[in-house]
Nanobody, 114 residues
Framework: QGQLVESGGGLVQAGGSLRLSCAASGSTFSVYTMAWYRQAPGKQRELVAQVSSGGSTNYADSVKGRFTISRDNAKNTVYLQMNSLKPEDTAVYYC????????WGQGTQVTVSS
């Protein structure tokens, strides 16, 4: 797997929604469990959600019921639908393989105002 390009972030009010996209290059995208991570200022990067090659999903407790991860293997793309956003969701969001992450992309900034 090569380059990862995240997009879709922005500034949104609390309670709003955003949909993030991550386009991956490479021919083996479909075999990997993919994940979204986030890093807030002054904090370590944390796992937000993951989706297996077969479509099984898992979420951090902090986003369960609000975020939905999905993937389109034909487009080598993974998505994160974020609803009911909270100020504490403010962070730079990244995607990568869940196991043995490859080089990190630049991420996409999500800012939630109160």
């Amino acid at each position: 797997q090569g380059q990862l390009v995240e997009s879709g972030g922005g500034l949104v009010q609390a309670g709003g929604s955003l949909r993030l996209s991550c386009a991956a290059s490479g021919s083996t995208f479909s075999v990997y469990t993919m994940a979204w991570y986030r890093q807030a200022p002054g904090k370590q990067r944390e796992l937000v959600a993951q989706v297996s090659s077969g479509g099984s999903t898992n979420y951090a407790d902090s986003v369960k019921g609000r975020f939905t991860i999905s993937r389109d293997n034909a487009k080598n793309t993974v998505y994160l639908q974020m609803n009911s956003l909270k100020p504490e969701d403010t962070a730079v969001y990244y995607c990568n393989r869940r196991i043995n992450p490859s080089s990190w992309g630049q991420g996409t900034q999500v800012t939630v105002s109160s």
